[in-house]
């Protein structure tokens, strides 16, 4: 299983794994690093640096594109450093990562996350003229 690291302004990273566990369980493979007000890119780079540091292999989701904790580890990879890095991050990315995790699969994220950002009122309306027509 590789190792995802949650990167977002404030405490996001932390409440969005909170949540994903909430429904999946216990994440140990799972890392959060948030970008607090008081912080600035020298105090996040090294979190990023301390926590990533023994992971043999790891995938970045992050809250923002172009936002400061993207920007910070966009620069990474462009001095060299390996990972994938996904901006705007969501719970069902989180469950896409866990699932195909725990079945060995791969997974698209970035589908996942277009696919589950929907207009609700949309859907419903489209199952009420489908419940008309039968």
């Given at each position: ?56 292999d790891f995938i970045v989701f992050s809250d923002l ?70």
């Amino acid at each position: 299983m590789n190792n995802l690291v949650l990167v977002s302004h404030g405490n996001f990273c932390t409440e969005l794994k909170a949540s994903a566990e909430m429904i999946m369980g216990e994440q140990k493979k799972i890392y959060t690093i948030p970008l607090l007000a008081e912080e600035g890119e020298k105090e996040f780079l090294a979190k990023f640096e301390a926590s990533t540091q023994s992971l043999d292999d790891f995938i970045v989701f992050s809250d923002l594109l172009g936002g400061t904790p993207c920007n910070i580890l966009s620069k990474k990879i462009m001095n060299g450093a390996s990972f994938e890095l996904y901006a705007g991050m969501n719970l069902p990315m989180v469950i896409s990562f866990v699932n195909a995790s725990m079945l060995g699969s791969e997974s698209d994220f970035v589908a996942e996350a277009k696919e589950n950002t929907v207009k609700v009122n949309e859907l419903l309306t489209a199952d009420a003229f489908d419940e008309e027509d039968e």
